[in-house]
């Protein structure tokens, strides 16, 4: 009796811490979780480990790396020491820092520790900055902190392909005398930008850029930030309450929407001259961005990574995430216009004349195909506008050069090409000049003064040497043959063929052991038949004649 009183008890108690960690993993905006949010927990962290899980963030200037992202708003520089976690919080410090190396360049016309004519180290100050390494896309956003009581920002923020969502950029604290004459309200309030950086935006855009007065300053304790960012709205909440709803649409209507790419998370402190800088006495006493936790909710939980040779998100390699790279002027862009999967493809489109090669470039590093026979496939919209022979993408480590006939491809439509291509060897992997996709128009292909199409969905095979081609019973008779043929496996599938030339020049389907075709209509020569089906494929030589 006292053992099942005892029993009960303990259910009881376990219930009830049961149902308190749910409720804590519930939006704070949100608390009995009415619209079914999901917590990711690939990304959320409430900083309770002894160190910094490495698994969800990595630290700018860790090693001396950071991956080509961005060092710090000058003369401030991200430090890695300034990172650290403690008492469950991630702590992130500015501080004044003359025995600091400094990066000897130049960041927005001012030295990095210097000023605008001089890397003097008279402006020492070294800051703080992580960013997580993975993506999501949509979701709500949620942080508890205390902004630095410093003159430095504290910023809660995430980047996508031409996109930046601030969703809580707060200056601490006006510095000492206050030379710049800045109001005090400054402290006061609670800051959300929604940058749109795509280059082909006119030079006097305006971006969406909001600030509220919340009355209180923000340095002086804890908050709970709040920022939702869906497909058709965003909303900013300070604690729990509701400050600001806005759509998409109406953003859209100013070109204020860029925000539909996957995002990565940055927590960071900045300087911000014009409200100005920090001198000495302001970071006498060490200064922190203090933050209890990160939680993102999402409706539907995103896969960490996206395909970026389906344009979905950035490439995720060796540690670091780049996306395509292409020059301002270059024509090519990543669109959620059209697409043959998933939203976004990429898109070439430009009107008059064409001059030069027209290139679009995947980050160094980032492709990773065998030796010997590899096959590319990809999909083509073209518009009836326009009139193209040819693509040619380039590998570049080991430098290969694959031409794609696209003259036959009807317009209007995805079709899929295809070529099959061979290396000397692996790719390079170096993230300085290894292999990568130099992806082209030559002004020499296209007829007329414009040219519209799409690329979407590329992928890589290697054809000729898996163990898995040689076990598949796939034959062909007669061979050689003119106009007709029979195939014979147990395989069902798309066959492709390819000329010598690694031309797709035909494919059909296959859904019989045997399939007999009749109409073949190919100029003589040696042709390579293939079949597909899931993982599994075969080739076989067929000489025409
Ligand atoms: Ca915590
Ligand atoms: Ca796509």
């Known amino acids: 009796m006292k053992t099942n009183k005892l029993k009960h008890h303990l259910y009881f108690v376990l219930a009830v811490c049961f149902t308190h960690a749910l409720l804590a993993q519930n939006p704070f905006t949100d608390p009995s979780n009415s619209q079914g949010w999901i917590l990711n927990t690939t990304i959320s962290d409430e900083f309770n480990t002894p160190e910094l899980d490495k698994s969800?963030?990595?630290?700018?200037?860790?090693?001396?790396?950071?991956?080509?992202?961005?060092?710090?708003?000058?003369?401030?520089?991200?430090?890695?020491?300034?990172?650290?976690?403690?008492?469950?919080?991630?702590?992130?410090?500015?501080?004044?820092?003359?025995?600091?190396t400094f990066a000897n360049e130049k960041q927005d016309g001012t030295y990095y520790g210097g000023t605008a004519t001089s890397a003097d180290n008279s402006k020492p100050i070294t800051q703080a900055c992580v960013m997580s390494e993975t993506y999501f896309r949509y979701g709500y956003m949620e942080i508890r902190a205390k902004i630095a009581d410093a003159p430095v920002t504290s910023a809660f923020w995430t980047t996508g392909y031409h996109s930046e969502i601030d969703m809580v950029?707060?200056?601490?604290?006006?510095?000492?005398?206050?030379?710049?004459?800045?109001?005090?309200?400054?402290?006061?309030?609670?800051?959300?930008?929604?940058?749109?950086?795509?280059?082909?935006?006119?030079?006097?855009?305006?971006?969406?850029?909001?600030?509220?007065?919340?009355?209180?300053?923000?340095?002086?304790?804890?908050?709970?930030?709040?920022?939702?960012?869906?497909?058709?709205?965003?909303?900013?909440?300070?604690?729990g309450n509701l400050l600001r709803e806005v759509t998409r649409q109406s953003l859209e209507a100013n070109n204020q929407w860029r925000h539909d790419y996957p995002q990565e998370l940055w927590l960071d402190s900045e300087v911000f001259y014009w409200y100005g800088l920090p001198a000495q006495a302001d970071l006498t006493s060490p200064t922190a961005f203090k933050i209890d936790y990160v939680r993102i909710w999402q409706k539907n939980i995103t896969t960490p990574n996206f395909n970026a040779l389906g344009f979905e998100g950035p490439f995720y390699f060796q540690g670091r995430s780049q996306n395509w790279w292409n020059g301002p002027a270059a024509k090519w862009r990543i669109k959620n216009e059209k697409s043959a999967s998933g939203d976004f493809s990429l898109r070439f489109q430009h009107s008059g004349t064409f001059s030069g090669n027209y290139t679009t470039f995947t980050p160094y590093g980032s492709l990773n195909l065998p030796a010997g026979s590899n096959q590319v496939n990809f999909k083509v919209w073209i518009d009836p506008s326009t009139s193209i022979s040819s693509l040619r993408m380039i590998l570049e480590n080991p430098w290969t050069v694959i031409d794609i006939d696209v003259s036959g491809v009807q317009?209007?439509?995805?079709?899929?090409?295809?070529?099959?291509?061979?290396?000397?060897?692996?790719s390079n992997q170096s993230i300085t000049n290894g292999d990568r996709i130099r992806f082209m128009l030559q002004s020499a292909n296209v007829s007329g003064s414009q040219a519209l199409f799409y690329v979407d969905d590329i992928t890589f095979a290697n054809t000729l040497s898996t163990a898995k081609n040689n076990t598949?019973?796939?034959?062909?008779?007669?061979?050689?043959?003119?106009?007709?043929?029979?195939?014979?496996?147990?395989?069902?599938?798309?066959?492709?063929?390819?000329?010598?030339?690694?031309?797709?020049?035909?494919?059909?389907?296959?859904?019989?052991?045997?399939?007999?075709?009749?109409?073949?209509?190919?100029?003589?020569?040696?042709y390579l038949f293939k079949i597909q089906s899931g993982n599994t494929f075969a080739t076989s030589k067929v000489v025409i004649n």
Request: hydrophobic fraction near 30%; proline fraction near 6%.
């Open 411 to 426: 317009k209007g439509q995805w079709v899929e090409v295809s070529k099959i291509f061979s290396r000397s060897a692996a």
């Open 472 to 526: 598949v019973n796939f034959s062909i008779y007669p061979n050689p043959t003119q106009n007709s043929l029979h195939i014979n496996s147990p395989l069902n599938g798309t066959i492709t063929v390819f000329n010598m030339a690694g031309n797709l020049v035909k494919s059909f389907q296959k859904e019989t052991r045997v399939k007999k075709v009749d109409g073949l209509n190919l100029p003589s020569g040696v």
């Open 169 to 239: 950029e707060n200056y601490g604290k006006r510095p000492i005398g206050n030379p710049e004459g800045t109001n005090a309200v400054i402290e006061r309030k609670q800051r959300t930008n929604m940058i749109n950086w795509d280059p082909d935006i006119p030079s006097n855009h305006q971006n969406w850029k909001v600030e509220n007065d919340m009355g209180v300053r923000l340095a002086e304790d804890y908050h709970i930030y709040g920022f939702e960012w869906d497909k058709d709205y965003i909303r900013t909440y300070f604690d």
């Open 56 to 100: 969800k963030w990595w630290i700018l200037g860790e090693n001396g790396d950071y991956r080509n992202k961005w060092k710090g708003r000058a003369p401030g520089q991200f430090a890695p020491h300034n990172v650290k976690v403690e008492g469950g919080e991630l702590v992130l410090t500015s501080q004044w820092e003359p025995t600091f």
